[in-house]
């Protein structure tokens, strides 16, 4: 079975711009989460979603949004992007409550 | 405040010799807890989890990691290390009312020497 998949890989926007990543969860999966990571730290969590509803939200400014589908595959928005906003952001899928989350490789974002 | 610790940044340990990674957690409920290992420009891979009875877990890559509930600890240890180990480590925390949420620790960064 295919693991969790994100995409792009890597991107490079500049300040102010708008960024959307996207997530497939394993198969089966219902529950999406999103982390950032910056670089020498663990991750920190940003979203995650149930069943196509939020069910929690970490902190982070309202420039960050998610949402997922009927699919259960989920998108994180980043509006004016600033340059601290540069990280690995991490999606991690799980079947239910409570269960392992198994995370994707991860989007690289650079802001310049 | 919930929190995770990983109070080692950085351990060096010779190929073959034996491994200890701390984890310690500070939680008001009983925490369901992860070890999770990041090798350069990579995601996360589950290296064990606990979530209830028997206190000691085995993991993959010979892993395994202790729960002990009176010290608030989760430690991760390994007989003999391999050349490819050497990766950075997290230790995560959730409970029931956070699920979803893992708060992880800082991590800590394994260099294998020969």
């Known amino acids: 079975d295919a693991g969790v998949t994100q995409s792009p890989t890597h991107l490079i926007k500049t300040r102010g711009q708008h960024v959307t990543l996207r997530c497939s969860p394993i198969s089966g999966h219902k529950s999406v989460s999103w982390y950032q990571q910056v670089l020498g730290q663990g991750p920190q969590f940003i979203f995650q979603y149930y069943e196509k509803e939020e069910r929690g939200r970490g902190n982070f400014p309202d420039r960050f949004s998610a949402r997922q589908f009927p699919n259960y595959s989920s998108e994180l928005n980043v509006n004016a992007l600033l340059l601290g906003d540069s990280a690995l952001y991490l999606c991690?899928?799980?079947?239910?409550?409570?269960?392992?989350?198994?995370f994707g490789p991860g989007t690289r974002l650079t802001v310049l | 405040a919930q929190s995770v610790t990983q109070p080692d940044i950085h351990i060096t340990v010779s190929e073959g010799a034996s491994l200890e990674l701390r984890c310690n957690y500070s939680?008001?409920?009983?925490?369901?807890l992860f070890w999770y290992v990041q090798s350069p420009g990579q995601g996360l891979q589950l290296l064990l989890k606990?979530?209830?009875?028997?206190?000691l877990v085995q993991g993959i890559k010979g892993f395994e990691a202790e729960f002990k509930r009176s010290q608030s600890s989760f430690n991760l240890r390994k007989p003999s290390v391999h050349w490819s180990d050497a990766a950075e480590y997290f230790c995560?925390?959730?409970?029931?009312?956070?699920?979803?949420?893992?708060?992880f620790g800082a991590g800590t960064q394994v260099v294998v020497t020969p």
């Open positions: 991690a899928s799980s079947e239910g409550y409570p269960d392992t989350q198994y």
């Open positions: 995560a925390v959730a409970t029931t009312d956070s699920w979803g949420k893992f708060q």
């Open positions: 939680y008001g409920a009983t925490p369901y």
């Open positions: 606990y979530f209830s009875g028997d206190t």
